[in-house]
């Protein structure tokens, strides 16, 4: 297993979870949600996705990596259903900690029997579903028109009819207050832009530099 | 006794057969070089010594003293990779990535005495094991570093 640079980038992670506590970043849909007290109810919450008002898109990977790749595949399922701009992603590790803390939301972390992708697929396209239909609600309420109406791509949300668009990241905060959907359509297959695709693995940039850490 | 390693010159208080990789790793906390074998046989602990590529897990720490050593940190310049380097993301090349390290300091020595090797310089040369057996792509990223004349 290895990590990355964890030195460097937890004092990031952690002076976000502050100020997104007191509601001043972005969406972080999980267990740290501004102004939510169900925090508990850990089946419910997805922990997967944080929109910054940066643009960046972080999205987190529960299980080792190891040279299978799977880093890179398994958050292109959640980027694929977000409809992120794959360019802006950033795979940041899920901690044991924050497995705890959030009564196993990323279940038991193991990367096993080639089973990542299969054990996971269905709820990382439903955590990146689930953060898209929040964000879409959020540009439908700000401009009065029908959700139905606003389609999304490479981490916009756009209404043909009026000719509006708006970034993600300029909706994070509101999309962090709308109550998250019980159940939420996934793509067609068929529909997929990013899964199947050779895409560059992640975490390469950090091996051919040093900078992962084994352990 | 004096280090100078990626451009900077460290001072430790060490002994002087302690291996080089155990003053890199544990003494100046670089930890991108790594201990493979420990018996200067899969050359995971590779790194440049005045351009040469020596096993750092067998090498005396006070042999380096006085010398330029490089480490896989060192090897861009800031935020601009190492040919080599953009070579092996081009071609995806690590597995696990555990040997790359060494791999490429390996490419970068053999590069600089051989601008254009042919697959037999590179078997000759390339003696760094790979558990993942990445082999055939660090060739191919080898050649393509060739091909581009750039110099490295």
Known sequence: MSSTDQGVRQPDRRLFLKTSATAAAGLSLGFYLPGRSDANNAPRLNAWVEVRPDETVVIRYARAEMGQGSMTSAPMLVAEELDADWARVRVEYATAHENLASKRAYGDMAAVGSRTIRQSQDYLRKAGATARHLLVAAAAQQWGVSAAECTTAKGRVMHAASKR???????????????????VALKDPKNWTLVGKPIARVDIPDIVTGRVRYG | MKLQVNGKVRELDVEPDMPLLWALRDELDEKGTKFGCGIAQCGACTVLLNGEPVRSCSYPVSAASGQKVVTIEGLANKDKLHPVQQAWIDHQVPQCGYCQGGQILAAVALLKRKPKPTDQDIDAAMTNICRCGTYARVRKAIHAVAAKGVRV
């Open chain 1, 165 to 183: 668009s708006i970034t993600y990241g300029k909706l994070a905060q509101a999309a962090a207050r709308i109550e998250p959907p019980k159940e």
